[in-house]
């Protein structure tokens, strides 16, 4: 697989041209697509001309961003001025924006040429890539196994060698858990780090813009360009964009990384412990400093996760009621109108997850699910800044398993897969998935976690891991 990196010296260098970069690209995904599923949309002759553009360009001899010309692709939740934008649902099957989200703005003003529109769990409800309304995302490295959710597509597509940039979303694990199962780097920066303007909103105190790439240096390329406030955005930091990229080469030796006890279960498959002991040795040979922890935060997330996540979904869903928003049911009144339109055109876990939302906020039971869900949020982002106090960075594991097979899954285990990576999300910490340097065929990831706005950190971690462990640099 080549790397972003590699592909912007070549075109930087005139090796090979946009335009030829892009239309290999695109002729990779006429052929696979049918197996991968990971795009709902191509954007063939868009890309080709802004391909064209890029080389002629640099051919005049312009000062060009290294992201120019670089191959791209968005999970189909972010807003795309003239192209469709349909959350993989049938809701949205008509829908087409009328202006960009601020994120792939940014992308494709740096000249990274989108490709298209890439699959997910609708409206970015799951862990397993299986509910989109279309067909579903697959594992690259096995296509009887999950991609992982809700960015499937975005994992997909890098894995796959279809784009070298993807943008998903996270709000709960859902760069990190596809990244961990397709065995490449999924970054969910901290809360508010980059806009959300013209992202559809699932939870939106959670919603995080993320980045799938090759690598960790990719990924902090990436950064770079996305983060920084926006006016659009209300809950964009000011929060001053460091250089990601300038001191990637730094050694880690005396970096105190916290090991929780709480991370390392006995529910972890055999081959996750191989590679997470294997990873932990590899960074105390590097010097770094491996510092045992008890943070108690897994016993309540995933609970406090679905249920912040629901109600808030049920909230941000509520508009698509057939009269404003989406396509339109059957029905006399306004109410039967909006019933008929959820029941018809939302699949079966948008439709669980909203109407479990709507009762936490019932006035019966607010104060007991939804404000103790709160308190119990507040609890772990206290237990997260205490151990913060100790260590500059925490290790665990993505994921328990190797990316599981399709099928033979209850809901609740599905909801399941992502609890390692629920917690961070709930304090809004930034956080990474990097690949294990395994003996096996199946991908099993790593997750790091920084305080808050202290995403070198983990650019740092990840690239010294990948360069002196794994050789992907």
């Known amino acids: 697989m080549m790397t972003l990196q590699q592909a912007s010296a070549q075109l930087s260098k005139k090796e090979i041209s946009a335009k030829e970069l892009i239309r290999s690209y695109l002729d990779r995904i006429a052929a696979e697509n049918r197996d991968v599923g990971a795009f709902l949309t191509l954007c063939h002759e868009k890309a080709l001309q802004k391909a064209e553009e890029i080389d002629s360009r640099r051919m005049k001899g312009e000062n ?56 997910l769990d609708e409206f970015a409800m799951g862990a397993t890539g299986e509910y989109s309304a279309y067909y579903p ?25 279809h784009a070298l940039l993807t943008l998903g979303s996270d709000t709960g694990g859902s760069v990190r858990l596809p990244a961990s199962f397709c065995g490449v780097v999924g970054m969910k920066p901290t809360y508010g780090r980059v806009s959300r303007f013209g992202m559809i909103a699932f939870s939106s105190s959670l919603d995080t813009v993320g980045i799938v790439t090759p690598t960790v240096w990719d990924n902090a390329m990436a950064l770079s360009v996305l983060a920084g406030e926006d006016p659009l955005d209300a809950t964009c930091s000011r929060e001053p964009v460091p250089a990601y990229c300038a001191d990637l080469s730094s050694s880690v030796a005396g970096l105190r990384i916290g090991i929780p006890e709480e991370f390392f279960t006995s529910d972890l498959s055999p081959a996750v412990q191989k590679a997470l002991s294997s990873v932990i040795e590899g960074y105390r040979s590097l010097g770094a400093r491996l510092v045992p922890l008890s943070l108690p935060v897994m016993e309540d997330s995933l609970s406090v996760y679905h249920i912040l996540s629901s109600a808030e979904a049920s909230s941000n869903l509520a ?61 772990i982002k206290s237990a997260f800044a205490s151990a913060f106090g100790r260590v500059d960075l925490i290790l665990g594991p993505t994921s328990t398993c190797e990316p599981p097979l399709i099928g033979g899954f209850s809901r609740s285990e599905k909801r399941s897969f992502d609890r390692f990576t629920v917690p961070a999300s709930l304090a809004g910490l930034p956080s990474v998935s990097i690949p294990c340097k395994t003996e096996g065929v199946l ?31």
Do not use: W
């Not at 960009?100 to 989108?114: Q, Y």
């Not at 790091?448 to 794994?470: D, K, N, Q, S, W």
């Open 64 to 119: 060009l961003h290294p992201l120019a010309g670089i191959p791209m692709a968005v999970k189909d939740n972010f807003c795309t001025e003239g192209i469709p934008t349909t959350c993989a649902s049938k809701m949205l099957r008509d829908f087409v924006p009328p202006y960009t989200a601020t994120a792939v703005k940014r992308l494709e003003d740096a000249g990274a040429v989108m490709l298209g529109k890439l699959n």
């Open 137 to 161: 995302a697959v594992n690259p490295h096995d296509l009887n196994r999950m991609a992982g959710g809700s960015s499937s597509g975005s994992a997909a597509a890098v894995a796959a060698d």
């Open 319 to 379: 508009r698509f009621d057939g009269v404003r928003f989406g396509a339109r049911g059957v029905g006399s009144t306004p109410e039967e109108i909006s019933r008929s339109t959820k029941e018809r055109y939302f699949g079966s876990e948008v439709q669980a997850r909203t109407q479990s939302g709507a009762a936490y906020l019932t006035s019966e039971h607010y104060q007991t699910y939804f404000q103790g869900a709160l308190e119990k949020q507040r609890f």
């Open 443 to 473: 991908p099993i990831g790593f997750q790091l976690v920084a305080p808050a706005f202290r995403e070198e950190l983990l650019f740092r971690a990840g690239c010294a891991y990948e360069r002196e462990v794994t050789s992907h640099a």
